[in-house]
Every structure is written in C-alpha cells, then in structure tokens.
C-alpha cells in the first residue's frame, strides 16, 4: 500500500557529515509527519528527529545541534543532514511516517533501514 525507502547510510569519520533520505510511495493522500528513528546494538530504537505538515520540527538531545531534518512535500521525501557525526550515532536509521492513504485510512509506516557507521 504505501513503501518507505531510505538511503545515504555509509561508513564515515567522526566529525563527518551523512545525509539520509526517505522516500515515500504508493496510495498517499497526505503525510502528517515523518521522522527519523535509529536503533544501535543493545539499545531500544528512539526516535531522532521529526517534522510535521505544518515544519515544525523536534530533534532528541544528543543531536540537537548537528543533525537537520527537512522534507520535499511534492515529492514525499525527507531528509536528515547529519554532520560533526559521533561514534554514538553508529545505528540502523528509519524513516517513519504518519499517513492518509487515498482511501482515508490511517496509516504509520517504516521503512527498512540504513546503517550508518562512525568509526574511525
């Protein structure tokens, strides 16, 4: 019914900079909001940063600062820009969104994930 597509994860340097982007597709009606989660090993996935439809836009404590999210509404796409980049943020990175399908149902949706790796 409606995918979510992540890419741009890829190993990278401390201090380094990433851009994530998600891409959303299918029976979309609207996007009320998406957002970016991460899980690293041992931990529980959190959430990292979202935006809703009207650009308001949150961001978890240990990223404020460095990390920026942005969407293409026309295009149902949204992305992180990730810079000063720790080995913390080492962590398998999903797309989530709220979503009305064409038939006005509904929906929260996750993507597959893409691993980003800080290492040096």
């Known amino acids: 019914q409606v995918q979510l597509v992540e890419s741009g994860g890829d190993l990278v340097q401390p201090g380094g900079s990433l851009r994530l982007s998600c891409a959303a597709s299918?029976?979309?009606?609207?996007?009320?909001?998406m957002g970016w989660y991460r899980q690293a090993p041992g931990k529980q996935r959190e959430l990292v940063a979202r935006?809703?439809?009207?650009?308001?836009?949150n961001y978890a404590d240990s990223v404020k600062g460095r990390f920026t999210i942005s969407r293409e509404h026309a295009k149902n796409t949204m992305y992180l820009q990730m810079t000063s980049l720790k080995p913390e943020d080492t962590a398998v990175y999903y797309c989530?969104?709220?979503?009305?399908?064409?038939?006005?149902?509904?929906?929260?949706?996750w993507g597959q994930g893409t691993q980003v790796t800080v290492s040096s």
């Open positions: 935006i809703t439809n009207g650009g308001s836009r």
């Open positions: 989530n969104a709220d979503i009305e399908t064409t038939a006005r149902v509904k929906i929260n949706s």
């Open positions: 299918g029976s979309i009606f609207s996007i009320y909001v």
